[in-house]
């Protein structure tokens, strides 16, 4: 790759890898995504092959904006993924499995500097400078997505905890024995009913178990995902609006719970599901205030992120490289 002249701004790399998609992009300081573009996760069985095409991806990227010299480092947001360690460990919605050393192998590939963080704390991030929560101290970012990731701002900082995992809001358990999470083998984490393999799945229990009229009952298993059920909603079905209601439940449930622990400002709601608006706002509104306790009742507001959902993690993941020494 050319190398260009050192006195040229410098630019970050930022990379949000989700359980089905792998977004990335290059950024300047002011937060302005100057190229972007995005490939399949779900398809690399092997995370040596997901990191050759991740680079074969942005070679031509990085050429455009100027060369390689103009890169100051590489920040990469994946679910588990360890700040302080550089590895992901035991991501239950990506297909590698077991501990891998991620930045180390980013890092050898790409010739670059890189760190690492959780998926959701990037998007936090990304938020806390560039979106809703600009000027906030304390606030909670809930992405709903493939599965619920989280992160945790207080005092004005990302919280870690003391081996870089804190935050894992969406395996919280809010049902007790409740629905099975194929990934991590636990039972009634938040993240089998609010995300959108938890819609797809309560869409499926709904209909075995009720006779409610629906145009749902019409379509093949393998074709009910959050967006059929979404787009049913939005026409009118009755069993489509009761999904996103119960959904709504059980996330207002969840976030009452996180208000009484860290008391934040506002949650800030980012991703696909998002995008259901009011059939699932409402009742994730009215639920969460019907669990909370009087001190903190409508002092807490739920935000949808402003930022575009194929941004915000990419900014995020990019705002760690300029903290590199």
């Known amino acids: 790759m ?69 890169i100051k480092g590489i920040g990469l947001g994946a679910p588990n993924g360890n700040y ?24 050898d590939t790409f010739k670059l500097p890189v760190v690492l963080t959780n998926d959701a704390n990037a998007a936090a991030l990304g938020e806390m400078m560039y979106g809703a929560a600009q000027g906030m101290n304390d606030f909670i970012m809930i992405t709903l ?21 804190a935050g894992e809001l969406g395996h919280t358990i809010i049902i007790p024995d409740g629905r099975m999470h194929e990934g991590t083998g636990k039972r009634g984490s938040l993240e089998s009913y609010a995300s959108a393999t938890g819609v797809r799945l309560t869409a499926l229990e709904l209909l075995a178990n009720s006779n409610t ?11 009910i995902d959050s967006k059929v059920v979404y787009d049913a909603a939005i026409e009118g079905d009755e069993l489509a609006k009761e999904i996103f209601e ?13 208000v009484m622990f860290s008391s934040p400002e506002a949650i800030i709601l980012f991703g ?25 009742q409508n002092k807490v507001k739920i935000l949808v992120s402003h930022l575009k959902a194929s941004d915000a993690a990419i900014l995020g ?6 903290d590199l020494k």
């Open 272 to 296: 696909g599901l998002t995008k259901a608006g009011e059939l699932i706002l409402k009742p994730t509104r009215e639920h969460m205030e019907a669990n909370l306790i009087q001190v903190f």
């Open 2 to 70: 050319s190398r260009t002249n050192p006195s040229l701004e410098q630019l970050a790399i930022g990379v949000d890898i989700g359980g089905t998609g792998t977004k990335f992009g290059i950024v300047d300081r002011l937060g302005n995504l100057l190229y972007s573009s995005e490939m399949s996760t779900r398809k690399h069985n092997e995370v040596e092959s997901f990191i050759a095409d991740l680079h074969a991806n942005l070679v031509p990227m990085i050429e455009q904006a100027g060369g390689i010299g103009r």
């Open 213 to 223: 009229p629906s145009v749902l009952r019409n379509l093949p298993q393998d074709q």
């Open 145 to 165: 997505g493939t599965g619920v990731g989280s992160g945790i701002v207080a005092n004005g900082k990302l919280i870690y905890g003391h081996d870089g995992f």
């Open 317 to 322: 993941a990019s705002a760690l490289v300029w």
């Open 84 to 107: 302080y360690t550089g590895t992901v460990e035991y991501a239950p919605n990506l297909p590698w499995k077991g501990i891998l050393p991620f930045s180390k192998m980013i890092e």
């Open 246 to 258: 119960y959904t709504g439940k059980i996330l207002g449930m969840a976030l009452a719970n996180f």
